[in-house]
């Protein structure tokens, strides 16, 4: 069996610590460099679901995309939830680890596992990352459709293919335009606006679409522009793809190096929203 510091130092390729954001916390959050894994768990969210998962599993490394203390702290107490987290998981000598923005531009990230889910071919990165000459990493995704769709039909291919979560999907814009090209990002999306106008697509699939940039988004296509089909769906379903994506990565390296790593990815639904009711009165 490896080593944590082994395990760390792959994921660490894929996904390397200085390609984060400067206001982000990745990397390892908690765990012993000399403890022996052999099953890791792979998870969007270090919330105590997921950690009582881990335990139950038997994991001793357990690898999320979203941060566990994203703006600093000064304490783990179990008084707090994310100190319960931290409790749970030393007690039973598991490691957190955290690829965030590192996965998200990432070759592959967050970004293409998310296109992989909805079928559809990546052509290059929405914002490319200028130090990668090769033209493959960056934020957000551009891609094709094998045949074109409505945006109706767009959006029913991804409510079927992403997983379920409470909110469904939104659109916004003519549910009849035709989309052939579509941008996406996985996570919250509605800062890469720019990029996306610049890039010409029909469509732009994403999540946590605020009311301003979305409304100002359809009006900029009208009516002397083309139109903008949006996509919005649940933040959590637009990036637990990657979890599966990763853990691949992460079999792949295990297999090429005799580590026989048990490597599983959380089916827990750890998204905040749990029903959504229709609004409005009848006519």
Known sequence: MPRLSEVIAALDALWPPERAEQWDAVGTVCG??????????????PVQEIADEAVKLGAELLVTHHPLYLRGTTTVAASHFKGRVVHTLIKHDIALHVAHTNADTADPGVSDALAGALDIRVVRPLVPDPTDPAGRRGLGRICELDHPLTLREFAARAAERLPAAAQGIRTAGDPEAMVRTVAVSGGSGDSLFDAVRAAGVDAFLTADLRHHPASEAVQHSLPQHAPLGLVDAAHWATEQPWCQQAAAQLDEISDRHGWDLRVHVSKTVTDPWSTHHPSGAPN
């Open 32 to 45: 012993d460099p000399d403890a022996q894994v052999s099953r890791v768990l792979f998870a969007v969210d």
